[in-house]
């Protein structure tokens, strides 16, 4: 039984990265704005993405130095992690956060906040509940969801997700994490730390194949380091239930062609929540993975639908649709023609020490066929992390010869999810590295060391 048509100047589906504060500027432009949830409100970000998983990584980092303590001077005696209080950490963090987003839409005048599964009817009407609402504006902020693989097994053993890991509250004995890229890596390293015998299986012949070569191998190492195991070139075929846990069948030219865990968690990519969301009745077009094609302003084929963040395969972090945001929100109110193209990459991996990326990788580079110097400088040569007592890693800058723009950078280790942002900002700024060089930076910092690794550029091996 559906109600009468209910008009709003614009719809939005979905509560992550760049709904709330669409609506928001929607709300305050003047406008009317209707904004559905079917879950939790802040979608994968707060409640089972980056604020959990970095609230986690936070209790690992904390256990895995008070184990190092004698290197430090103190002594605590045997390091005891209850996940009961982590779990509970873990939820006072995310909980206050999706209750910020909830509290905050709906606070808002104008902004009418609907609990439900959203699907489009036609270009310009959506059903939420018995509800038929109407807007001339209709914008998609679905995200995604883990990516489970059709593979043997899979129907009958228990497995953990992104996000059902998330419930769990005792440390599983021996964790077998399928996926060695960055969702798994993060969990792998967290786990370990709190007592966990970890594996990893990856089929690519490397950790986080996106990344450069030294970067994946740094990477290994690190988490070697620490007793994880990884097993490379293995590919999940099967799961199957043994006494006591979960047997990973391999397909591998090293043996043991299975590993047994007493429980595993699959990460291996994610998919677009487009499949129920009526979008073939909108005529809105699909690529072949479900993402949702937008233009360069993220409006979709049909004119009036825009779609924003991980549903529309742009990029896959919360900041790209926050940017995503931006990008439709300037457009709209403030006629500046901002383009999804104008950005440049840049994310962080919360291994720790973490890595920090913006712009090319060595292979894009090359690709590139661009005449590029490049310096690589170790941690261990760092003071400030020398004097901190974590020294794994190293710094990478490629720049352009002619134009002597940053092309990329990596930065593995202490402080490098905040460090990149130097060489970002530069980026955005198309300044040559130059303006580095002559910068005073604050001692001691891991960023002080940039112009002396900057003056140290060579040909592009
Ligand atoms: C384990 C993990 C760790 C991560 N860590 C980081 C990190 O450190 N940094 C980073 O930048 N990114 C990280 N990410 C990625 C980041 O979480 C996502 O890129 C970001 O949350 C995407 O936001 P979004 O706005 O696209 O949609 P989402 O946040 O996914 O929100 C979509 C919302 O839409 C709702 N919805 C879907 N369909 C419907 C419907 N039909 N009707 C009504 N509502 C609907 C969903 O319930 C959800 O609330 C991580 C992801 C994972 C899985």
């Not at 760049?18 to 409640?47: H, M, Y």
């Not at 974590?390 to 720049?399: A, D, L, P």
């Not at 002559?438 to 040909?459: D, F, N």
């Amino acid at each position: 039984m559906t109600s009468t048509l209910k008009h709003f100047d614009a719809i939005i589906i979905g509560t992550g990265q760049a709904g709330p504060s669409l609506a928001a500027r929607f709300a305050s432009a003047g406008k009317t704005v209707a904004i559905i949830e079917r879950d939790k409100f802040g979608g994968t970000c707060v409640n089972t993405g980056c604020t959990p998983t970095k609230t986690l990584v936070a209790s690992a980092y904390a256990v895995h130095v008070a184990r190092r303590g004698a290197e430090y001077g103190f002594d605590i005696g045997d390091v005891r992690v209850d996940m009961k209080r982590v779990k509970a950490r873990k939820d006072a963090v995310s909980g206050s956060s999706s209750k910020g987003v909830e509290e905050r839409l709906r606070g808002m005048t104008r902004c009418t906040v609907i609990q439900g599964q959203a699907s489009l009817q036609s270009s310009n009407t959506v059903t939420v509940n018995d509800e038929i609402l109407e807007a001339d504006k209709i914008y998609i902020n679905v995200g995604g969801r883990a990516r489970i693989p059709d593979m043997p097994g899979i129907h009958d053993v228990p497995f953990l997700t992104n996000s059902s890991i998330m419930d769990i509250d005792f440390l599983p004995e021996h964790f077998v994490i399928v996926g060695g890229s960055y969702v798994g890596l993060e969990f792998a390293q967290m786990y370990r730390r709190f007592g966990s015998e970890v594996t990893i299986v990856e089929m690519g012949p490397r950790l986080i194949g996106r990344e450069d070569e030294d970067v994946s191998q740094a990477v290994r190492e690190i988490l070697e380091a620490e007793g994880i195991h990884i097993r490379l070139n293995a590919k999940c075929l099967a799961l199957e239930k043994r006494a006591g846990g979960v047997a990973v069948r391999m397909e591998c030219m090293e043996d043991p062609k299975e590993v047994t865990g007493t429980h595993v968690l699959l990460a291996v990519g994610r998919v677009p929540n487009t499949s129920d969301l009526g979008l073939e009745r909108a005529g809105v077009t699909t690529d072949s993975h479900g993402y949702i094609v937008v233009d360069d302003q993220l409006q979709t084929n049909v004119s009036g639908i825009w779609a924003l963040g991980d549903c529309n395969g742009r990029g896959a972090f919360t900041h790209t649709s926050y940017n995503d945001y931006e990008i439709v929100a300037d457009n709209l109110f403030n006629s500046d023609h901002r383009r999804v193209s104008d950005r440049i990459p840049a994310y962080a991996l919360y291994i720790d020490p973490p890595l920090g990326r913006c712009g090319m990788t060595d292979r894009e580079i090359r690709k590139s066929g661009r005449r590029a110097l490049a310096a690589k400088y170790p941690m261990s040569r760092v003071s400030r992390a020398y004097e901190k007592g974590e020294t794994q890693g190293f710094i990478k800058i490629s720049v352009d010869a002619e134009t002597k723009q940053i092309l990329g950078a990596a930065i593995l280790g202490v402080g490098g999810d905040e460090v990149i942002h130097v060489l970002l900002d530069v980026m955005y700024a198309k300044a040559p590295y130059t303006v580095i060089e002559r910068a005073m930076h604050i001692h001691p910092t891991v960023a002080e060391l940039l112009p002396t690794i900057l003056s140290k550029l060579e040909p592009f091996a």
